[in-house]
């Protein structure tokens, strides 16, 4: 039988299976068990990171990021009461939008180049280029575009390499297609790549330089990230690689932009599947 019980704060729960939990989370129980692989314990399910996990990539019908915050604030305070052992505290980010920025079409990458190719200037040509080849190259947001300096850009062989630095520090390699634009800096090491000679590093850098010249397609630092995280989830850059690149810490942050991947055909996945491992 069930055995339904009310807990402080007014949540209802019930029994089964040895396993309580509150009525109105039954998805959450059901992902965990049948979708996550988890056992039937509560301290398993509704440990901090299992609900941040659920709330992230285990709703696919909430639209609404007001309404996964929502839910994940339920579970966090269900689960404080159902733990039998005490969970260290963890700050949480807000859930993001669930819908993630599309990526640049390959006939609008064209519109981008023939647009940075046709600046008015030679100094709003070479900054042009260098936006593109950092964001569209190397996968870097808007702040870290500003912030790379001329002595962060490593040309080596192979290719170029930029350092990001700031809370999500790594190395990326820039991809082949866009070196270009970063092969030919001047000035001094501590000097912007974008826009150098500027005296701020206003996060509106970007918006104002493109806004002086806007082409058909136009031109966003989280599409030109969307855009160069899509084509390596489609190239099949190991998942390990990718992560180091991206400044990310989790699948999660990338299985957003699954959607935007083309599904293989058949005998590429047989053929990759089969010969997995040498």
């Known amino acids: 039988g ?3 019980k009310r807990q402080p704060g007014g949540l209802i729960f019930e029994r089964r299976n040895g396993l309580l939990f509150e009525r109105r989370r039954q998805p959450m129980c059901l992902w965990a068990w049948q979708s996550a692989g988890m056992a039937l314990d509560r301290d398993e399910i509704f440990r901090v990171s299992s609900i941040d996990r659920f709330a992230a990539i285990g709703m696919p019908g909430y639209r609404s990021s007001a309404g996964k915050n929502t839910i994940r604030s339920r579970l966090l305070r269900m689960g404080e009461i159902l733990r039998t052992r005490t969970a ?5 980010r807000p859930l993001g939008n669930s ?16 647009w940075a190719r046709a600046q008015s200037t030679p100094a709003r040509r070479r900054n042009a280029q260098a936006l593109l080849a950092l964001g569209l190259g190397a996968g870097l947001s808007g702040k870290e575009i500003i912030a790379v300096q001329a002595g962060d850009v490593i040309t080596g062989d192979p290719g170029i390499r930029v350092l990001v ?3 999500r520090a790594r190395e990326v390699v820039v991809l082949a297609r866009w070196e270009d634009g970063l092969a030919d800096l001047s000035g001094q090491p501590e000097s912007p790549v974008f826009r150098s000679g500027r005296s701020t590093d206003n996060e509106n850098l970007i918006t104002d330089f493109v806004s002086r010249s806007r082409g058909r397609v136009h031109v966003q630092a989280r599409r030109m990230r969307a ?11 190991p998942m390990t690689v990718l992560l180091a690149a991206s400044g990310v810490a989790t699948l999660e942050a990338l299985d957003r932009f699954m959607r935007f991947v083309p599904k293989p055909d058949p005998g590429h996945a047989t053929t990759a599947l089969r010969g997995a491992g040498g």
Not at 103 to 113: A, D, K, M, N, T
Not at 232 to 237: A, W
């Open 227 to 237: 855009t160069w995280l899509v084509h390596h989830l489609e190239s099949g850059t």
């Open 88 to 92: 260290p505290s963890r700050q949480l």
């Open 2 to 4: 069930r055995l339904t």
């Open 99 to 114: 819908d993630p920025t599309a990526p640049y079409s390959p006939s609008e990458l064209i519109e981008l180049r023939s």
């Open 165 to 167: 630095r700031g809370p």
